[in-house]
């Protein structure tokens, strides 16, 4: 393992992190994680499309403001020190992992601070939650660039009746050696080499071809000016029916108890209307266990809509190249 010397969250950290592929970033890139796929990191990574900022997220906030505290309560508890460090693989200087901390023994403890909710998942799945399994692979590759044989996953939640949970994890060589190094290698070559890795139809965006950029960009320009457009009418058009409702509400004082009146070529006419019937409440009440397999007998054929998200300001589609200095890994 090579130290870098850096304080982490720093301008400079982030641009080391750049040049390279980072712990965190590992349960992406081998497909494992449910929030991101791996031709979404490379595409933020790359600059072809915006990375989400998680800054303002609370969960990630909290965690950062209570890391310390975290790190001191596993110091107390195993009589050790835990020192925050920046390192690289020696063998391989582009996987890159910043630590939580390294204990007496040399052995890297990844701090985890879940929400009540996924405190109670780990609580009750242990092993098999999705936020073990993530920070499994993530520890994998701390323990690959430290060398040590086994390594710590802390998650506490820092609430009141809610110990820590502590996993004492064993290095796995099959697994480094012929899945988790070799996909992360691989990724940085698509990185640096401008080829995109396969993406997911489900979960990854299109992004237009350079061919067919000048056709998508003109339509975005005209989409946002009549969505300008409509929500000046849909204003005016509020404010109609907001008129109208305040002269039909005239008509009705006026009217007193007649059913019907008339004047000024105006007839308003009042009437009672029989009020739609629930039908899902009454399903419920006449066949509660009704299963989805008999309902979907009676389901009409599907058809297929879109939905169009402005996301602030346009960012430019730029032809593909290895990154300079632009943060945009993900954490867990």
């Known amino acids: 393992m090579k130290l870098i010397p850096l304080k982490q969250r720093t301008p400079a950290w982030e641009a080391w992190r750049t040049q390279g592929v980072t712990a965190s970033e590992a349960p992406v890139i081998l497909g494992r994680s449910p929030y991101k796929t791996p031709w979404r990191l490379w595409a933020e990574r790359t600059g072809v ?19 310390d505290q975290v790190r001191r309560g596993f110091e107390d508890r195993h009589r ?14 582009a996987l890159r992992c910043s630590l939580d901390g390294l204990n007496d023994d040399g052995e890297p403890v990844e701090l985890k601070v879940p929400t009540e909710r996924t405190y109670r998942r780990l609580h ?9 399994r993530l920070a499994w692979v993530q520890l994998q590759f701390q323990l690959y660039v430290t060398g040590a044989s086994q390594g710590w996953l802390v998650f506490d939640p820092c609430l009141a009746g809610s110990p820590p ?7 796995d060589e099959p697994f480094l050696e012929n899945a988790l190094i070799p996909a992360c290698l691989a990724f940085w070559d698509c990185i640096t080499g401008g080829q995109a890795p396969e993406s997911d139809r489900e979960r990854d965006p299109d992004v237009p ?23 000046q ?4 058009l ?3 029916k907001d008129r109208l409702a305040h002269a039909e509400a005239v008509f009705v004082r006026l009217m007193g108890d007649h059913l019907l009146a008339e004047a000024e070529g105006v007839r308003v006419t009042r009437y009672q209307q029989n009020g739609t019937i629930d039908y899902p409440a009454l ?36 032809t593909i190249s290895p990154p300079a200095a632009t943060a945009s890994s993900f954490y867990f």
């Open 49 to 67: 499309v915006a990375p989400e900022d998680l800054s303002n997220k609370p969960c990630v906030q909290r965690g950062i403001a209570l890391e």
């Open 80 to 93: 050790t020190l835990l020192l925050p460090l920046c390192a690289e693989s020696i063998e391989h200087p």
């Open 124 to 132: 009750r799945e242990r092993e098999q939650a999705t936020a073990y």
């Open 165 to 171: 949970l502590e996993f004492a994890v064993a290095r």
């Open 209 to 231: 071809a350079v061919a067919d950029l000048a056709q998508w960009q003109d339509a975005a320009r005209t989409y946002r000016a009549l969505l300008e457009d409509r929500g």
């Open 233 to 236: 009418l849909d204003a005016r």
């Open 238 to 240: 509020k404010s109609i």
């Open 283 to 318: 399903l419920n009440a006449i066949a509660p266990d009704l299963d989805d397999a008999t309902l979907d007998r009676y389901r009409r054929p599907p058809t297929q809509r879109i939905k169009v998200t402005l996301q602030g300001e346009t960012v430019p589609t730029a």
